[in-house]
T-cell receptor, first 115, second 118 residues
Framework: GAGVSQSPSNKVTEKGKDVELRCDPI?????LYWYRQSLGQGLEFLIY????????KSGLPSDRFSAERTGGSVSTLTIQRTQQEDSAVYLC?????????????FGEGSRLTVL | AQKITQTQPGMFVQEKEAVTLDCTYD???????LFWYKQPSSGEMIFLIY??????QNATEGRYSLNFQKARKSANLVISASQLGDSAMYFC???????????????FGTGTQLKVEL
């Protein structure tokens, strides 16, 4: 597809389970970002990938959160031992440039509900 | 300190009127960029407009314009001739280090919910 694709669009899980969220960025985009948006709130930065550089993990809230990007394209965000406060929409975005003036193109998000 | 502050949690405007959404920012970096995004109830994030700190002119994109006041560190979004479809959440965001190559993530404000009424 032409845009950023995220899956699943909705995920309901039980507290303590692990979840994986997937992001397929726009073809050719070198930068990939994960953000979290809690209900009615702004976007909270989680992690940023740029090419083969070491990712910027400064926004990950705890060591239960991790992400990888394979082959410079698809990314997976993993949340281990989920907690109820992890419930949020997880947004992935990609950009064609490393910072600079390039805007981010967002996917439609993965809504995670932890029961 | 908050890097991006949006002080209006909610705004109402009548159709065809203009509306200004406020955004102030805090940075000591000389090179930065300011972005506005729209998020309708469907949840998608739509890029609206960009202003660079060194741009001489205020940015405009159709009905959107950015009132950039560098000394005041404000970057207010002006929407002219509001339409019902403009009802959405609007986010201001900043990227620092535009010219030094250090810029990557966008830092977002908490948003302003705009409601356009007949």
């Amino acid at each position: 597809g032409a845009g950023v694709s995220q899956s699943p669009s909705n995920k309901v899980t039980e507290k303590g389970k692990d979840v994986e969220l997937r992001c397929d960025p726009i073809s050719g985009h070198t930068a990939l970002y994960w953000y979290r948006q809690s209900l009615g709130q702004g976007l909270e930065f989680l992690i940023y990938f740029q090419g083969n550089s070491a990712p910027d993990k400064s926004g990950l809230p705890s060591d239960r959160f991790s992400a990888e990007r394979t082959g410079g394209s698809v990314s997976t965000l993993t949340i281990q031992r989920t907690q109820q406060e992890d419930s949020a929409v997880y947004l992935c975005a990609s950009s064609g440039s490393a910072g600079g003036t390039g805007e981010l193109f967002f996917g439609e998000g993965s809504r995670l509900t932890v029961l | 300190a908050q890097k991006i502050t949006q002080t209006q949690p909610g705004m109402f405007v009548q159709e065809k009127e203009a509306v200004t959404l406020d955004c102030t920012y805090d940075t000591s970096d000389p090179s930065y960029g300011l972005f506005w995004y729209k998020q309708p109830s469907s949840g998608e994030m739509i890029f609206l407009i960009y202003q660079g700190s060194y741009d001489q002119q205020n940015a405009t994109e159709g009905r959107y314009s950015l009132n950039f006041q560098k000394a005041r560190k404000s970057a207010n979004l002006v929407i002219s001739a509001s339409q019902l479809g403009d009802s959405a959440m609007y986010f201001c965001a900043m990227r620092e280090g535009i010219l030094t190559g250090g810029g990557n993530k966008l830092t977002f404000g908490t948003g302003t919910q705009l409601k356009v009424e007949l």
